[in-house]
């Protein structure tokens, strides 16, 4: 009995799933980012918090809002002076492309406020 060559489908496994690994990365990465942003919010809003705890009674609201912050993530800190009775403080932290360190999309921004309890209350 002859075998009749060039009918088979091997191989045809391996050509699909090297066409899909660019889509299956992609997916990934982007997957990732979405991650990354989500951190970013969780580290904005507690920095805010702990700025605003910090603020309220004149202390240093900088080193606290940038405390959890490590080197890779940047961020700026920022309480205008006491409007009845409050404080305010807007934190705005760098959201990095992929990888922490690597640059970043515009800022994720978190606010917290706090009775202020300074000294001339």
């Given amino acids: ?19 899909m690994i660019p889509l299956i990365l992609l997916t990934l990465a982007l997957l990732w980012q979405v991650v990354l942003v989500g951190y970013a919010y969780t580290l904005a809003g507690n920095a805010a918090d702990e700025a605003a705890r910090v603020c309220a009674v004149d202390g240093d609201y900088r080193a606290a809002g940038t405390r959890h912050l490590d080197g890779a993530w940047s961020g700026s800190v920022d309480c205008p002076p006491p409007a009845d009775g409050m404080v305010t403080v807007t934190v705005s932290i760098e959201t990095p492309i992929l990888f922490p360190g690597l640059g970043g999309f515009p800022g994720v921004q978190a606010k917290a406020g706090a009775v202020y309890e300074g000294e001339d209350r």
């Fill in 1 to 19: 009995m002859r075998r009749l060559r060039g009918r088979g489908d091997e191989g045809q496994v391996a050509v699909e799933f090297a066409g």
